[in-house]
């Protein structure tokens, strides 16, 4: 790549002709358009599709640079929150693209977090029967977690993510500059998703982030940019392995997610962002694991210190054991009327496992309380 | 297969893990349940999608036969027509899949025409992100055309297909008893499809349709067991080289359509039936292929004959070559607007040819009038 750019770290997502680069740069985002069309062939036109948060800092500016290079573009901003996930919203999302005469060759830039990523990764996988897409996260969550992998898709009235593809972008832009606005609580929510990685996949990262915490709570660019590849490079692994989530392996990635969604389900809409139910749900997960002599206590101790020094919660005294458990028996993740769990049996490796006895599950639940 | 089951002609359509057979039989819808549960392992929820005006002689005897085996069965009527194909059935049907307790691991089985097959098939391409789906085709066009090759999808006001995806079935079946019930007009209308594959695709083919057409025009079962296997094979063919339409190949099976959208288009809708506009489409294709000395007048005379011979209509009086001029320009087949055809050299072969004088193709229609 010629010196014109700045240097960036590039994660390659395996995955045959679908295969392609997650960029992770700081103070780069000027750059941005450049690396769009490098990575896009035959760039026409661009449809920007962003987080009305984030349109004037970050969607207009980019809007702005591939217009100066020629190249047609339309934009639309899409209201903040996870109520635009809706079938409205990807109605009006590809009326509005026909109005705007998109085709097959139109390339479609998803600027914001995963409620972005997400409708327009859906609306990119059905426009023609799917065009290309770019995934330009604006979260931390987004930029770890929901922009890799091709999972897009929108929200049944009570039922999240029922209807959607598998559709991969073509590049993933995630710039830590652009970072800067996102609220405090926002951001510390997705370093749960960050710590995940650690533990599920990546013992030398868990020790890097012990090391490292007080710096990636005070935003430092360096540390950052680090966490992100490092997350990037596990999610990437994982759904190399089983991009279509049919081998059982995409399964390790909800680590603590079972006991999580119960939180969120229970816990009244809105009280607890998903990366702070992620960190009790992986705190509840290991206690699960100790119970199970999976692991020893050690981990727990490590784990609960890293979630402390990332400001995440790891406890949770309101915890509704007799309304989680009915909610974990819905979840995707029971086998056959029985809970399984994906659990650690030490830092860097999980397990899954079936057929968890409910009254060590209660002990779990109220042991976090 | 063991002899409970009727002899069926099997083709297989080779796309690697997504390959699938297409059953075409006489008389044994009473089968279909057991070919189901035989083609799709693991069958315990069946949702079973049919358009309103066939759920009572195929639908609901499907269903109970499927429930007779202990398999759950949900089943949802569509009123007939194109208008179903749209985001707001689209949704209800979501919200309904939802309200049954589908899952990953339901089966939805699409009984209708090609109205049903498309909007069925995104739903089955779009719940969880993709469960598996059976077609079974009730009109003489689903049979040779829509229920093979994956295409799926909607339209969005004013647009065909805007909003879709490619999704194979696991399993198509066709039974020539289906169409007993199938008014004259959209019978005859399927066979310019089937005369279509004869051209592009299959002379040997062509010259047994010669031979067959009036078995074929009064429903004869074996003429018409041949003739859909045959069509299936070509359409089979032409998918496994091309499924998502991106070497160009499946271009070929637009054969007679450019014409046909411009004539559906221009001569008012519901004018015509899309078989009638395609059989006249094929007629001014032929012409301009004359005119461009790809072809002898021998094709065209032999083709004129046959679709004669289907009762389809060859002329079209009223053919409005200003209004229809400006709507080909539009059509996705236009190469960097200059228009782009897919023109027979002799009966069983096509070629696409690019940049063709606007006079010529005014020619031919003119000379369709
Ligand atoms: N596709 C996947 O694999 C996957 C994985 C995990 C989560 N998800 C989905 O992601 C969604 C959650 O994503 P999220 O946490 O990014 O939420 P989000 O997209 O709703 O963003 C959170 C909030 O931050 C605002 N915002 C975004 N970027 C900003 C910035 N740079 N500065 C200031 N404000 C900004 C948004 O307007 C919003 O109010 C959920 O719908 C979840 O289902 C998807
Ligand atoms: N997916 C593809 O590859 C593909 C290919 C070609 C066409 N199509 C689509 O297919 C649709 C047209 O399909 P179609 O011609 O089957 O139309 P259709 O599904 O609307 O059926 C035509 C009419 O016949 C009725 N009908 C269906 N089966 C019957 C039966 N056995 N007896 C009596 N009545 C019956 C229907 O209620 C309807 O009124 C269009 O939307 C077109 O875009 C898709
Ligand atoms: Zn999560
Ligand atoms: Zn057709």
């Known amino acids: 790549m010629p010196s014109s750019l700045q240097p960036a770290s590039i994660t390659h997502v395996s995955l045959g002709d679908r295969s392609y680069d997650i960029h992770v740069t700081s103070g780069a985002a000027g750059d941005f358009a450049e690396r769009v069309t490098r990575a896009v062939p035959d760039l026409t036109h661009a449809v920007i599709v962003s987080d009305e948060a984030v349109l004037s800092d970050w969607a207009a500016p980019l809007a702005k640079d591939i217009a100066d290079r020629g190249i047609r573009v339309s934009s639309l901003s899409i209201p903040s929150g996870e109520s635009s996930k809706s079938i409205a919203q990807f109605d009006r999302l590809m009326q509005w693209m026909l109005s705007e005469n998109c085709d097959r060759r139109s390339v479609l830039i998803a600027v914001g977090g995963g409620v972005i990523g997400d409708l327009a990764g859906f609306a990119a996988a059905s426009f023609t029967r799917g065009i290309r897409f770019v995934q330009v996260p604006t979260t931390l969550l987004a930029m770890v977690d929901s922009s890799v992998g091709g999972k897009t898709g929108i929200n049944l009235p009570g039922a999240k993510n029922m209807v959607g593809a598998f559709w991969q972008p073509s590049l993933v832009l995630a710039d830590t500059d652009v970072l800067g606005t996102l609220p405090e609580r926002s951001f510390l929510s997705g370093l749960a998703e960050v710590v995940k990685y650690g533990v599920i996949d990546d013992a030398p990262f868990f020790g890097w982030l012990e090391a490292n915490a007080t710096k990636l709570v005070a935003r430092d660019q360096d540390a950052l940019r680090h966490a992100i590849s490092a997350s990037c490079?596990?999610?990437?692994?994982?759904?190399?392995?089983?991009?279509?989530?049919?081998?059982?392996?995409?399964?390790?990635?909800?680590?603590?997610?079972?006991?999580?969604?119960?939180?969120?389900?229970?816990?009244?809409?809105?009280?607890?962002?998903?990366?702070?139910?992620?960190?009790?749900?992986?705190?509840?997960?290991?206690?699960?694991?100790?119970?199970?002599?999976?692991?020893?206590?050690?981990?727990?101790?490590?784990?609960?210190?890293?979630?402390?020094?990332?400001?995440?919660?790891?406890?949770?005294?309101?915890?509704?054991?007799?309304?989680?458990?009915?909610?974990?028996?819905?979840?995707?993740?029971?086998?056959?009327?029985?809970?399984?769990?994906?659990?650690?049996?030490?830092?860097?490796?999980?397990?899954?496992?079936?057929?968890?006895?409910?009254?060590?599950?209660?002990?779990?639940?109220?042991?976090?309380?």
Request: net charge neutral; hydrophobic share 45%.
């Open 233 to 369: 490079q596990s999610k990437a692994s994982v759904v190399g392995a089983d991009e279509r989530e049919t081998s059982g392996r995409r399964a390790i990635l909800n680590y603590g997610h079972t006991f999580a969604h119960a939180i969120e389900a229970t816990a009244g809409y809105g009280t607890l962002l998903h990366g702070e139910a992620v960190s009790i749900g992986m705190q509840m997960a290991a206690r699960l694991a100790i119970a199970l002599k999976l692991c020893d206590a050690g981990l727990l101790d490590r784990q609960t210190r890293l979630l402390e020094a990332c400001q995440l919660p790891v406890t949770l005294a309101s915890a509704d054991v007799d309304a989680m458990l009915p909610v974990m028996m819905k979840d995707k993740k029971v086998a056959h009327g029985k809970l399984r769990f994906v659990l650690p049996t030490k830092i860097g490796h999980v397990k899954l496992v079936d057929e968890v006895d409910e009254s060590l599950v209660r002990d779990a639940i109220h042991n976090c309380a």
